[in-house]
């Protein structure tokens, strides 16, 4: 693992199902973030988390929750997914919440 | 409420040089930002100021003017492979990145 990956890179779901995308970093950073971004308008912080065992709620947050057991693991899960929620979905992670973040290729969900 | 404002699209011809500008209305101001991000990938970290003035980095210049909410991106010598958006991003008062809708960037010939 080099960086930040993310899983999976793309999903056709159904409304009303559950999902997790995951997101994994080994920079050993103790920031990370879940962005959404849709056509036409900025990247917007769903959640983050400053450092493992914390998280907060970023400007998007209704519909998603995350968990950050460890420094390495940032998981965001849709509990039941609704097609509003069809988007771009980035991670992101950085060494403090000063530092620039670092992005993951993105997890491309689409909500039937 | 908070707002970053850049223009939607700009064309340049390649090896000319373009300023792609960011204006911002934030809650308290921690550091600019600007990514680049080519179609269907991530964003990647070009350049930061936090302090008035200019900074170079090989073809990219990036300036802000805190006093005027106001930054630009400047990009020399263009490249087809400059072809992208660019992305202002302000940290507000809560140490959090505000970001701009982005800047599309098209590269002719």
């Given at each position: 693992?080099?960086g930040i990956t993310q899983a999976p890179t793309s999903q056709?779901?159904?409304?009303?199902?559950?999902?997790?995308l995951r997101c994994t970093?080994?920079?050993?950073?103790?920031?990370?973030y879940w962005y959404r971004q849709d056509l036409?308008?900025?990247l917007r912080?769903i959640?983050?988390?400053?450092?493992?065992?914390?998280?907060?709620?970023?400007?998007?947050?209704?519909?998603?929750?995350?968990?950050?057991?460890?420094?390495?693991?940032?998981?965001l899960?849709?509990?039941?997914?609704?097609?509003?929620?069809t988007s771009v979905y980035f991670c992101a992670s950085?060494?403090?919440?000063?530092?620039?973040q670092f992005f993951g290729p993105g997890t491309r969900l689409t909500?039937? | 409420?908070?707002?970053?404002?850049?223009?939607?699209?700009?064309?340049?011809?390649?090896?000319?040089?373009?300023?792609?500008?960011?204006?911002?209305?934030?809650?308290?101001?921690?550091?600019?930002?600007?990514y680049?991000q080519h179609a269907g990938e991530a964003p990647t970290?070009?350049?930061?100021?936090?302090?008035?003035?200019?900074?170079?980095?090989?073809?990219?210049?990036?300036?802000?003017?805190?006093?005027?909410?106001?930054?630009?991106?400047?990009?020399?010598?263009?490249?087809?492979?400059?072809?992208?958006s660019?992305l202002?991003?302000?940290?507000?008062?809560?140490?959090?990145?505000?970001?701009?809708?982005?800047?599309?960037?098209?590269?002719?010939?």
């Amino acid at each position: 693992i080099a960086g930040i990956t993310q899983a999976p890179t793309s999903q056709i779901l159904a409304a009303g199902r559950r999902m997790t995308l995951r997101c994994t970093q080994d920079m050993r950073h103790n920031a990370m973030y879940w962005y959404r971004q849709d056509l036409g308008l900025g990247l917007r912080l769903i959640h983050y988390s400053n450092t493992a065992g914390t998280t907060g709620k970023g400007e998007v947050p209704d519909g998603y929750s995350v968990s950050r057991a460890n420094t390495d693991d940032f998981p965001l899960t849709l509990a039941s997914a609704v097609p509003s929620q069809t988007s771009v979905y980035f991670c992101a992670s950085s060494e403090g919440s000063e530092s620039e973040q670092f992005f993951g290729p993105g997890t491309r969900l689409t909500v039937l | 409420g908070q707002n970053i404002d850049q223009p939607t699209e700009m064309t340049a011809t390649e090896g000319a040089i373009v300023q792609i500008n960011c204006t911002y209305q934030t809650s308290g101001f921690n550091g600019l930002f600007w990514y680049q991000q080519h179609a269907g990938e991530a964003p990647t970290f070009l350049s930061y100021n936090v302090l008035d003035g200019l900074e170079e980095k090989g073809r990219f210049s990036s300036f802000l003017s805190r006093s005027k909410g106001y930054s630009y991106l400047l990009l020399k010598e263009l490249q087809m492979k400059d072809s992208a958006s660019y992305l202002c991003a302000v940290r507000d008062s809560n140490y959090q990145l505000i970001w701009g809708a982005g800047t599309k960037l098209i590269i002719k010939p």
